[in-house]
């Protein structure tokens, strides 16, 4: 099977200091907001990437190397495209380059939680960044 990237405009690429996992991570604050599961997935994933930042890795595969139910798994991996640190289209994973302020979620053939419940929108929602902005225009 030939890869190719999801999102070209987020490709990853090696941080200045020596290690593979962007120390932004922690810095930024990233990491506050996930799961032990969902931190987990995410090393795996840093860890099994090629240069692109992909991989393909079986939900069956994932649940027993991680340790993790097929539901937590799922929850896991929706938050980290929630926030943006990877895309999935089944069966294939990207971890994404991190950002000061995680953008929209790239799009996912997975159903992704809505902000939501209207129907109207059918667009993710970072409620971080709305704030973000909504703090910006009124400063």
């Given amino acids: 099977m ?10 990853r690429q090696v941080p200045k200091q ?7 991570l922690v ?4 990491i506050d907001q996930l799961s032990h599961a969902a ?3 995410y090393l795996f994933l840093v860890t099994v990437a ?12 994932l649940c ?7 539901t937590t798994l799922h929850q896991a991996r929706q938050a980290l495209i ?7 289209q089944r069966p294939l994973y990207q971890v994404l380059a991190l950002d000061a ?6 799009a996912s053939r997975e159903a992704p939680a809505r902000a939501s419940t209207s129907g109207a929108d059918d667009e993710l929602v970072d409620i971080k960044a709305v704030f973000a902005r909504i703090w910006e225009v009124l400063s």
């Fill in 82 to 88: 929630t926030r943006g640190l990877v895309a999935y």
């Fill in 2 to 11: 030939h890869k190719r990237p999801i999102s070209l405009a987020q490709l």
């Fill in 64 to 70: 027993q190397r991680l340790s993790l139910t097929g």
């Fill in 101 to 106: 302020t995680p953008r929209e979620a790239p």
């Fill in 27 to 30: 810095r930024e604050r990233y």
């Fill in 50 to 61: 090629d240069a692109q930042g992909l991989s393909y890795y079986a939900d069956p595969s």
């Fill in 18 to 24: 020596f290690s593979w996992v962007d120390q932004r």
């Fill in 39 to 41: 931190c987990a997935l």
